[in-house]
């Protein structure tokens, strides 16, 4: 069974430009969330959802981050336009019952120029 | 805001020795969960404790729970030079609802066990 891909694993962009980054859960997983990990702090989390519907975005840190998942599956998260302090690994994860275990996907270094 | 002190932040032992890394917070959890993170990975889980007072052994690693469920401890028995990595945990909050199902991370304890 594939676990929780991530796409890309690496994005280095400038200032004011727009990352979108991609999560596909594990096939069948309702749960999915998003995590994030700034340099020197803690993994820390940012929203998740039941399937196509946003469950908890209290993490979400502004404006600029839109996250999607559009018909259940996979999810986007879009940081328009990105900024310095929006640097570091960008974790998702997915479970099939909320009181399931997490499984973590790779992360992805985003670095912000 | 729930918060998980985690410590030390990095430890660095010979093989064989033995360790102890530590989790605490004013908060209560319903559970705490340890990961362990290789380079290039995400987190992947070690174990999950629930009820307060408990104990999980996996192998050479020994999980507590603390009483009161605001505290947990890994110790590593005799360690390897495999058991390098990053070492995290994770607690799920007490309360239902909204946002009972976020996980709180600690900073983490990067492990290095020299042969």
């Known amino acids: 069974e594939a676990g929780v891909t991530q796409f890309p694993s690496h994005s280095v962009i400038e200032k004011g430009q727009t990352v979108t980054l991609r999560c596909d859960p594990i096939s069948g997983h309702d749960n999915l969330y998003w995590y994030r990990r700034v340099m020197g702090k803690e993994i820390k989390f940012l929203l998740h959802f039941v399937k196509e519907s946003k469950q908890d975005e209290s993490g979400m840190p502004n404006n600029r981050f839109l996250a999607e998942r559009t018909g259940g599956t996979y999810s986007t998260l879009k940081v328009q336009p990105a900024e310095l302090e929006d640097s570091g690994v960008y974790f998702c994860?997915?479970?099939?019952?909320?009181?399931?275990?997490?499984?973590f996907g790779p992360g992805t270094r985003l670095t912000v120029l | 805001t729930q918060l998980l002190e985690q410590s030390p932040q990095f430890l660095s032992i010979q093989e064989g020795e033995n360790l102890t890394v530590y989790c605490n917070s004013s908060?209560?959890?319903?559970?705490l969960q340890w990961y362990r993170q290789e380079p290039g990975e995400g987190p992947v889980l070690l174990v999950t404790v629930v009820t307060g007072g408990e104990v999980k052994k996996l192998k050479r690693l020994t999980f507590q729970f603390g009483d009161a469920r605001k505290d947990s401890s890994l110790h590593i028995t005799a360690a390897q030079p495999g058991d390098t990595g990053l070492y995290l945990c994770?607690?799920?909050?007490?309360?239902?609802?909204?946002?009972?199902?976020?996980?709180?991370f600690g900073k983490g304890t990067k492990l290095s066990v020299i042969p």
């Open positions: 908060s209560v959890f319903s559970s």
């Open positions: 994860a997915s479970n099939g019952g909320y009181d399931n275990e997490q499984f």
């Open positions: 994770a607690g799920r909050p007490a309360y239902s609802g909204a946002g009972s199902y976020q996980l709180t």
